[in-house]
């Protein structure tokens, strides 16, 4: 086609003829197959978590995990007050409250075990943070998110108070003052 020649919509070739109209009918053709994906992919996320969540006055689903230097199992700690504490070093809350969880483990020390459960994927910024600020806690790394997923916890930080018994008393959503005087008091009297 010469420049500044009048156009002919006859001298196209037709849409069945472009390499338009081909990337349009073969993308018709993946279009399916993606939406398949995706929704087996979303039924999959659905039937993986936990059908029913961990409740107030329900047993504590037990777990184990094992980490390169220890392995902790939940029920270890039977005839103890546990505060269990699902957290990250990515989570700005989470952070926000570990001053506060390591000086109540060293306020209650003796009544109240504190289990640190990391979703960190990073091994080492893991490591690194718990090294410099969280002396005194019991901290796990539970990378593969499974722990968190038996009590239906997906958001962080979440924290639950389990008894003695291994019974749910209560639960913490979101960051948590842990020296208010009111939590001091029910976490001292928690049988």
């Not at 010469?2 to 390499?19: M, S, T, V």
């Not at 992919?41 to 390169?68: C, E, H, M, V, Y």
């Not at 546990?82 to 020390?109: G, H, I, R, Y």
Request: aromatic residues 10%; contains cysteine; charged residues 20%.
């Amino acid at each position: 086609m010469e420049f500044g020649r009048k156009i002919n919509l006859f001298d196209f070739p037709a849409p069945e003829e472009g390499a338009l109209y081909r990337i349009i009918k073969s993308v018709k053709r993946i279009v399916p197959i993606i939406l398949a994906l995706v929704a087996i992919g979303a039924f999959w996320l659905i039937l993986s978590r936990n059908p029913k969540p961990a409740q107030i006055g329900t047993q504590a689903p037990d777990f184990t995990i094992k980490n390169s230097d220890k392995t902790v199992t939940l029920s270890q700690f039977r005839g103890k007050t546990v505060v269990l504490n699902f957290w990250a070093t990515w989570c700005p809350p989470c952070v926000e409250e570990v001053p506060s969880l390591v000086q109540m483990q060293k306020t209650l020390d003796g009544k109240v075990v504190v289990v640190a459960v990391s979703m960190d994927v990073d091994a080492g910024a893991y490591h690194q943070f718990v090294a410099k600020n969280m002396p005194g806690v019991l901290t796990l790394r539970d990378g593969d998110q499974r722990t968190n997923a038996l009590f239906g916890t997906y958001a962080f930080p979440e924290t639950y108070v389990i008894d003695k018994n291994g019974i749910i008393r209560r639960k913490f959503i979101g960051a948590t003052d842990w020296m208010s005087p009111e939590i001091l008091d029910y976490l001292s009297k928690i049988q």
